[in-house]
């Protein structure tokens, strides 16, 4: 049996490949320690480069809004890194889950409906940028209050609204709904697209719209109509708004919950130029957002990260943010876009909920929703 | 056509592969005859059984069953029954739903079956065996339950492959002289393949030799 | 062999002890601790949502289980029972099928469902289907393929049809093994994870999933690690029972040592080996054909854009998905080099150490299987929380994915050495020992060198795991390193894009490799089968 058989001459062969691979994984790994964004936190401290954790919406490159931030590494030599990591829940998710030992040094985007969470789980750790200590940044108390004690610094604003597609309901000679009831009726089956709240913060804010408008008690039902009416559910505002939304998207939905400030960017954007909004929205669904940025605890570049948060309430920062990312900036001293001024919406009287109900009720409402809406 | 009761083959030509086993052999078994086939191992006596009972496809030649030609059909529709070398009982079934296994294939009632079966048991030497787990059983009652499941069915033809091979002596010939006991009451035409003699003798009504045929 | 010094065997083991205990038991520990507290227990055992989940995932793996038996037992008769052109061919394909990763699996589903079905708990089933397909035949036809023929001649010859034949004697002959192929469908569609995540509806979950979305998405990690639990008691009850169950009905049938294969000899036999053949490659062709053909559909036609354009990940000028598919490629080409060298050593050295060291080298073996009866989910989950405070906060570690591919994989580099290692003649070594030879030095020079051989089998095996490794790695790996399972998924979710087609591109480029390397295991274990004496 065995005798027969000896370890033959094809071993030598097995054994060097397996000595080359051995030797190609060592050149391998020792050159992705060097370059990969995500290792800054292995313990490899480099003051000349921080990373901004952000939501997927956030642009890489190629916008002004990257363009300020090249100024701020040419004015301080520090380098900015984006890494995207899905819709806000999921940016959070994994912010929660490695906190102490964080995916960046600085996170952008937790807004105030997941603020509290963020809080509670340790993702940042507390500090007042610069500018709004000493004054040189005028931030509304209305955002300040909702962090106190410094645990993050407000950026931006916006109200999340479900928009429609002006051109398609032109063509089929139908009226776009213009309340939440209108949502739920038979005429406007299937055409409303919406993010999973688990995963996705206009998700989430849209989900607390419901609850503002029928109470804790009836927004179960409410949900179940829209259920029964053809919802959509995608996991995050860019899957929705780029791919499933008819106008922004070449999507079957013509109605996506967005912001009150998504017409402008189809207004900048249009190819061929046009001087009116192709997107309305439904101001009775508005709700009031607030985003926040933050330095991750346990960053190994805490001086680099502060840095970079102060240039992020900055004018210069605050400037481009309307134009990129469609939203309000919170620096006082930014003068809007003309086309900001003549197509965002801006709802009279904002919808929003107590932040001390939705910290307790939060997690309650999304396993409810999950429970409702997906089965 | 039933001029000639009793089994036939005519002519069967068996070759596996280069290696010719059976080349144009004919045997006749009369009605109620117990025929015995002697020839040494591998000397192709088993082969020409399953020839004749349809395990085997031959070359060429006519098997027939008392005067019909059965050559073309499937080993379920001729009416031959075989005790095997190993006997093949059925390990998921007791001993007399071992027994009654042929009758229940005809179609036989249940309450009718089992009193058959219980029958045969008895007439084999085993009464009481009903419940007993094939598994358990030794060499002699093994043999024995296979060939009452044999005869149970009421085959037209019997066939036996070595029916007695590898029992020790004092089983041997003790089954032996059963075996042609029952083989004789029942009346039933019988081939059996042996390369013992004196088990031939004591069996058979008439013994050929392989190599004759 | 026991008489190699107690040096020796210490020094062997205590690789794969320790890497057992920090890297599996520990986080088992940490996962009891953090389920075993009042909240998550009264929490998670009240919510309704949790029994209904239980109830699925039950439901949908009895009928996954019945349907894979019903479906699988004509092709695992005719694979046995008969020889013909092609055989080896189908049967190389329904194993190929079996070890391809659980996200390819669910792509091809994707791709060749019509979008109707699509998302439905049946393309679910039909993908558990085809994936299992390959342990009914196998496992089935090998206990049909050494049934005595004689036994089904011996009920023809006592009026037995064809028919009556294989429902009165094959079928019941061949239960224990139906049995044992079922339960081992059971336990994998019961773990389902993979395929339920890319072709179940959103809110379709198994408990495996809902740990998954627990843990990740709502921040609930007590209530995760109760479904972890209670997951874990299941399978370990359902374990238990089938074992205990099969040793009541084990019973002796005198089994060929030969197979019982031959050409299908009528007209009749021809057409139905014919056609069942047929289907069964129907079956698992299609798949992979749908697979391959929709990664060239893009929503503006038939076009290479998804092979030539991968890693475009562009959505608005300077908005991109987040994750760069040819990084998911470099990422799990990395990773798997690093697992396979992890489970080659670690596998190496315990499979020395268990032939060599007799009752304690059994427990040795058995615990370091144990990885295999825990889903890859609670072994994610567990390392996830557990090694995430200083001074063992490794979450950001290069090193933690394939530790973690590593240890699913050690499993099966053990099982394949100690195969060929115990078939090993121990005269030789005492040969050697004659001739002057230290028994330790003997030892190595007749026992080792046979380890070579079994070793590459399993590096090919732990690179093909490591490869498609999906279930751990939705935990471990960090932004940036996703995978390419992860990035298949994400891309793979988005209907109507480009990026859609690139998922499917992805999933074409893993099951080649799949099949690659389950080629090159063939192969090399083909000369092991002959001299191992079977």
């Given amino acids: ?48 480069s921080v990373t901004l954790v952000t939501y997927d919406s956030f642009p890489e490159a190629d916008t002004s809004l990257n363009d300020a931030l090249d100024s701020f590494t040419a004015d301080t030599g520090i380098d900015v890194e984006i890494l995207s990591a899905g819709d806000t829940g999921t940016m959070l998710a994994k912010a929660s889950l490695t906190a102490g030992n964080p995916e960046g040094d600085v996170m952008w985007g937790i807004d105030n409906t997941l603020l509290s969470r963020a809080i509670a789980d340790d993702v940042f750790e507390p500090y007042i940028a ?80 419901t609850i503002h408008e029928y109470g804790v008690e009836g927004w179960q039902n409410y949900w179940s109509q829209l259920g029964a009416n053809g919802v959509e559910v995608v996991d995050s505002w860019t899957q929705a708004y780029y791919e499933r939304f008819t106008w922004a998207g070449g999507g079957p939905t013509p109605m996506v919950v967005s912001y009150g400030s998504s017409p402008p960017a189809e207004v ?33 570049a805490p001086d680099a990260a502060r840095q970079l948060v102060d240039f992020l309430v900055s004018d210069e920062f605050q400037r481009e943010l309307p134009l990129n990312l469609f939203v ?46 997906l089965g | 056509m039933n001029d000639h009761p009793g089994l036939d083959l005519e002519g069967v030509t068996v070759s596996f592969g280069q290696l010719r086993v ?62 095997f070398q190993d006997n093949q009982l059925f390990p998921h079934l007791s001993v007399i739903e071992n027994v009654a296994f042929g009758p229940k294939m005809a179609g ?106 | 062999m026991n008489r190699l010094p107690r040096w020796l065997l210490v020094a062997l083991a205590i690789g794969p002890v320790t890497g057992l205990a920090i890297f599996y038991a520990w986080p088992f520990v940490t996962l009891l601790a953090e389920a075993v507290t009042a909240t998550a227990i009264t929490d998670t055992l009240s919510r309704r949502s949790t029994w209904e989940i239980v109830w699925f995932t039950v439901w949908q793996a009895v009928v996954s289980t019945v349907a894979t038996i019903v479906v699988g037992l004509a092709p695992a008769y005719v694979l046995a029972r008969f020889d013909f052109r092609g055989r080896t061919v189908l049967v190389g394909l329904l194993t190929a099928m079996f070890v391809l990763p659980t996200v390819v699996m669910g792509a091809a589903f994707l791709a060749l469902l019509p979008d109707s079905i699509d998302r439905t708990v049946w393309a679910v089933i039909g993908a558990h289907v085809v994936f299992n397909l390959a342990v009914v035949v196998r496992v089935v036809g090998s206990l049909w393929e050494h049934l005595p023929t004689d036994m089904e001649a011996a009920a023809a010859t006592l009026g037995a049809s064809r028919w009556k034949v294989a429902t009165q004697i094959s079928m019941p002959l061949v239960r224990p093994a139906v049995t044992a192929a079922a339960t081992i469908v059971f336990l994998f569609t019961f773990t389902s994870y993979g395929v339920i995540r890319i072709l179940g509806a959103p809110g379709t979950r198994t408990i495996e999933v809902e740990v998954w979305r627990r843990a990740t998405q709502l921040g609930d990690v007590g209530g995760a690690a109760v479904l972890a639990l209670l997951q874990l008691a299941a399978l370990v009850a359902i374990v238990s029972w089938s074992t205990v169950a099969q040793r009541r009905h084990a019973r002796a ?48 036609g038939w076009s290479t854009t998804a092979w030539t354009d991968l890693g475009e990940s562009e959505i608005r000028p300077g908005i991109r998905l987040g994750i760069d598919p040819v990084e998911a490629v470099v990422n799990s080409l990395t990773n798997a080099a690093w697992a396979t060298a992890f489970a080659v050593i670690v596998g190496a050295l315990a499979s020395l150490a268990i032939v060599a060291a007799g009752r304690a080298g059994r427990a040795l073996d058995g615990g370091l299987m144990l990885p295999l009866a825990t889903s890859a989910v609670t072994i994610g989950f567990g390392m996830l929380i557990t090694f995430d405070t200083a001074p063992f906060d490794w979450r950001a570690s290069w090193w933690l994915v394939p530790v973690g591919h590593a240890l699913i994989a050690v499993p099966f580099v053990v099982r394949t050495c100690v195969g060929v290692l115990r078939s090993v003649d121990p005269a030789l070594v005492g040969a050697a020992e004659t001739l002057g030879a230290s028994p330790v030095r003997a030892w190595r020079a007749t026992v080792v060198p046979y380890l070579w051989r079994p070793l590459a089998v399993g590096a090919a095996l732990a690179a093909s795991i490591s490869l498609g490794e999906f279930g751990a790695t939705s935990f471990l790996s960090r932004s940036g ?25 992805l999933a074409t480029l893993l099951a080649a490799a799949t099949v690659v390397l389950v080629v090159i295991v063939e192969r090399l274990q083909s000369p092991l089968a002959g001299r191992a004496g079977r």
């Fill in chain 1, 328 to 373: 309000y900036p919170t620096n006082q001293a930014v003068d809007l876009p003309q086309q900001f001024v003549d197509f965002a919406v801006v709802p009279d009287t904002p919808r929003s909920l107590d932040p001390a109900v939705i910290d307790a009720e939060r997690s309650t409402w999304i396993d409810e929703w999950t429970e409702l809406v």
């Fill in chain 1, 130 to 209: 610069g500018p709004i200590a000493d004054g040189s940044v005028e931030i509304a108390p209305e955002f300040l209050d909702l962090v106190p004690n410094g645990e993050a610094t407000p950026v931006d604003y916006g109200d999340v609204c479900v928009n429609y597609d002006i051109e398609w309901y032109a063509e089929r000679g139908l009226d776009p709904p213009s309340s939440f009831a209108d949502l739920v009726d038979p005429a406007y089956a299937g055409q409303l697209v919406v993010q999973n709240p688990a995963t996705s913060s206009p998700g989430l804010v849209f989900l607390l719209a």
């Fill in chain 3, 481 to 505: 390193g996703e995978t390419m399972p992860i990035a298949i998924e994400q891309l793979l979710g988005r209907t109507g894009s480009v990026l859609q087609a690139q998922g499917f591109v």
């Fill in chain 1, 268 to 300: 900048i954007f249009a190819d061929p130029p046009r001087d009116d909004a192709p997107t309305g929205v439904i101001e009775d669904t508005c709700f009031r957002q607030v985003e926040f940025a933050g330095v991750l605890r346990g960053t190994d």
């Fill in chain 1, 1 to 48: 049996m065995s005798s027969r058989v000896t370890p033959s001459s094809r071993n030598s062969s097995l054994r060097g490949i397996a000595a080359a691979t051995v030797v190609a994984l060592i050149v391998v790994a020792c050159g992705s320690d060097d370059d990969s964004a995500t290792t800054e936190s292995t313990g490899i401290p480099t003051a000349d």
């Fill in chain 3, 253 to 300: 049938i005198g089994l060929l040592a030969t197979s019982a294969r031959r050409r299908p000899r009528t007209s009749g036999e021809y057409r139905f080996v014919a056609l069942i053949a047929g289907a069964a490659l129907l079956v698992v062709a299609a798949p992979l054909a749908a697979l391959v053909l929709r990664s060239f559909s893009t929503p503006t």
């Fill in chain 2, 22 to 83: 059976l080349d144009d052999t004919s045997i006749s078994v009369g009605a109620s005859e117990v025929v015995a086939l002697l020839g040494p191992s591998g000397s192709g006596k088993s082969t020409l059984l399953r020839v004749a009972a349809g395990i085997i496809t031959p070359d060429a030649g006519r098997v027939l069953v008392h005067g019909v030609d059965v050559t073309a059909r499937p080993t379920h529709l001729r009416g031959v029954g075989m005790v």
């Fill in chain 2, 108 to 213: 036989v009632a249940r309450s009718e079956r089992t009193e058959r079966a219980t029958r045969w048991l008895r007439r084999v030497g085993l009464p009481g065996f009903d419940d007993r787990r094939v598994t358990d059983l030794s060499g002699g009652e093994a043999k024995r339950v296979a060939l009452a499941r044999t005869l149970a069915a009421e085959p037209a033809v019997v066939l036996l492959d070595e029916p007695l091979t590898g029992l020790d002596r004092e089983l041997h010939d003790r089954l032996a002289d059963e075996l042609a006991t029952i083989l004789r009451d029942t009346h039933v035409t019988a081939l059996l393949v042996t390369h013992d003699r004196d088990e031939a003798t004591t069996i058979a009504d008439r013994t050929v030799q392989l190599a004759d045929l």
